[in-house]
């Protein structure tokens, strides 16, 4: 290998692994986290609404704003935040007219379009029944065009993506009284369901889109429980396949599970299943289907992220 090559490879492992990560911890404080060696670094921090719910959150690079859904802690009411992630201020506060049912943050999603400054997000909402409500939000001039309303049941810390135009949820269906896992895609334009995909033997979470090979990534659970499954999802074709598994060392800290994946490679906040444990960053590696990286992130799970993006420059 020549030189000038072996300073390319130098400069791609680099820049894969010199990723900066944003998080949200509750209370609600944005945190940089060094992908590296899982050092946690806070950037600022706002009380007046709580961030419990996990992986209700998005970056949007380009404008460098984090986005997460909390309720005010005095009005009781939920709203979209954006903060920007060097001075942690809120830039951005918009009503929603959610509400939460059961546990904080679930049904609840946050999801950024990267070529676009709009947030996709969705809800319980009491106008509709307390259905679902798909939005799409222009958080600068404060527009909210709704998208679509359904009623499914919610597994805890439903996954979510965005593939180009199709909005990936994790969604239960009950059909007289028999419970089928599926993953929805929905149009972000128009809102129109465009994907409908059966899901039942991996349950499959932690969706993550990845550019480069096009694929929507997520994390699965073998049925006998004993290990998890990174499965691949063609969000051109819905076909989904089990890729490869890892050992069963590597659980998953319930909820957050993902960040976006970027060039090939996914990270997931996991754990070993013992709950004191420390719960790690673990670096997956798409092509080589293999953990490239784990590190200690969270020292006391309680304390942990409630959601991890990764910040494209
Ligand atoms: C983690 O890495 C960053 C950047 O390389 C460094 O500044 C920091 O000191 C490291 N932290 C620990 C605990 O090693
Ligand atoms: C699922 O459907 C059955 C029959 O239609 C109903 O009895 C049950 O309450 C439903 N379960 C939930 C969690 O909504």
Redesign the pocket.
């Known amino acids: 290998m020549g030189l000038f090559k072996f300073l390319i490879l130098l400069c791609l492992i680099a820049s894969v692994f010199?990723v900066d990560l944003y998080g949200m911890r509750s209370p609600a404080e944005l945190v940089k986290v060094?992908s590296?060696?899982g050092?946690i670094t806070p950037v600022g921090g706002i009380y007046t609404h709580e961030a419990v719910g996990d992986n209700v959150g998005c970056l949007d690079s380009k404008n460098g704003i984090y986005y997460f859904m909390g309720t005010n802690l005095e009005t009781a009411k939920i709203d979209l935040l954006g903060m920007d992630i060097h001075s942690a201020d809120i830039k951005y506060t918009i009503p929603t007219t959610f509400v939460t049912e059961g546990f904080v943050g679930v049904a609840q999603i946050v999801q950024c379009i990267d070529d676009s400054d709009d947030v996709i997000i969705m809800g319980r909402d009491p106008k509709y029944d307390h259905k679902h409500n798909l939005v799409r939000v222009t958080p600068q001039t404060n527009t909210w065009k709704e998208l679509n309303q359904f009623n499914f049941l919610d597994p805890l810390g439903g996954g979510h993506t965005l593939s180009g135009e199709t909005v990936w949820i994790e969604l239960t269906v009950n059909i007289s009284g028999k419970y089928s896992h599926k993953l929805f895609g929905f149009d972000i334009n128009t809102g129109k369901q465009v994907f409908e995909i059966n899901d039942d033997d991996y349950y499959t979470t932690g969706l993550n889109y990845d550019k480069e090979s096009g694929m929507v990534f997520g994390i699965g659970i073998v049925p006998q429980f004993t290990n998890r499954v990174i499965m691949q999802l063609n969000p051109k074709t819905g076909i989904i396949t089990r890729l490869f598994d890892l050992p069963s060392t590597y659980f998953l800290a319930t909820p957050p599970t993902t960040i976006n994946a970027k060039d090939g490679i996914g990270w997931y906040i996991m754990n070993d299943r013992k709950v004191d444990e420390p719960w790690k960053l673990v670096t997956l590696d798409y092509n080589k289907q293999a953990i490239v990286k784990n590190v200690n992130l969270c020292p006391n799970p309680k304390d942990c992220l409630r959601g991890l993006e990764y910040y494209e420059i």
């Open positions: 010199s060094n590296e060696n050092t």
